[in-house]
T-cell receptor, first 116, second 111 residues
Framework: KAGVTQTPRYLIKTRGQQVTLSCSPISGHRSVSWYQQTPGQGLQFLFEYFSETQRNKGNFPGRFSGRQFSNSRSEMNVSTLELGDSALYLC???????????????FGEGSRLTVL | SQQGEEDPQALSIQEGENATMNCSYKTSINNLQWYRQNSGRGLVHLILIRSNEREKHSGRLRVTLDTSKKSSSLLITASRAADTASYFCATDGAAGNKLTFGGGTRVLVKP
């Protein structure tokens, strides 16, 4: 069974640009979460989607957005990039159903974004 | 803000020794999980312990949970060089499929 796939793995952007990151979950997983990891702030929750609906959102500005498609694939977008958005963006999928406590998350290898 | 705080931040041991790291959290939980991350890679799930469990084992891993103290510990026995990684505890919140991660413990196992 294929794992969680994130593309692109590495990208470099300049301030003010926007970026779209993609995540393909494990087949059968309907929940997809996104996390930002930086040396200073650690791992921070961005948002979570289940069956195309955003169920939970972290404390990030509106420049960060996401969506989930009917095949459970997810994208996140960051507009008007700032230097501080440089980070490893991690996507995770899970089998958790609506209302279940959070179970095991399966992470992709991440997309490393550098903003110059 | 981070729910969990881990202690120590870094740990250096010799191969064959045991490694113990601790995690404290602030609010009530349904479960607590531990993950491993090799440098710059994705996280790998190690073990999940539910709030009504006190101890759990998986191979060379032993996890304890004390909900009265809001703390957990992860013990890796007979460590190997391949155990060199960062280890994170993560707690679930009251709603939704969301984990809050601690700052992590960097473990270096010297051969």
């Amino acid at each position: 069974k294929a794992g969680v796939t994130q593309t692109p793995r590495y990208l470099i952007k300049t301030r003010g640009q926007q970026v779209t990151l993609s995540c393909s979950p494990i087949s059968g997983h309907r929940s997809v979460s996104w996390y930002q990891q930086t040396p200073g702030q650690g791992l921070q929750f961005l948002f979570e989607y289940f069956s195309e609906t955003q169920r939970n959102k972290g404390n990030f500005p509106g420049r960060f957005s996401g969506r989930q498609f009917s095949n459970s694939r997810s994208e996140m977008n960051v507009s008007t990039l700032e230097l501080g958005d440089s980070a490893l963006y991690l996507c995770a999928s899970s089998l958790a159903l609506a209302g279940d406590p959070t179970g095991e998350l399966f992470f992709g290898e991440g997309s490393r974004l550098t903003v110059l | 803000s981070q729910q969990g705080e881990e202690d120590p931040q870094a740990l250096s041991i010799q191969e064959g020794e045991n490694a113990t790291m601790n995690c404290s959290y602030k609010t009530s939980i349904n479960n607590l999980q531990w993950y491993r991350q090799n440098s710059g890679r994705g996280l790998v799930h190690l073990i999940l312990i539910r709030s009504n469990e006190r101890e759990k084992h998986s191979g060379r891993l032993r996890v304890t949970l004390d909900t009265s103290k809001k703390s957990s510990s992860l013990l890796i026995t007979a460590s190997r060089a391949a155990d060199t990684a960062s280890y994170f505890c993560a707690t679930d919140g009251a709603a939704g499929n969301k984990l809050t991660f601690g700052g992590g413990t960097r473990v270096l196992v010297k051969p």
